[in-house]
């Protein structure tokens, strides 16, 4: 889906800076 995508997207972006982020 599009929604998966879209945070896989954001988890790389947030990963770069060492962010974690959870997505429920």
Known sequence: ???SI???HI???TSQ???IVCLD
Do not use: D, L, Q, V
Request: proline share 0%.
């Open 11 to 13: 988890i790389r972006a």
């Open 1 to 3: 889906s599009a929604e």
């Open 6 to 8: 879209i945070r896989k």
């Open 17 to 19: 800076f060492g962010i």
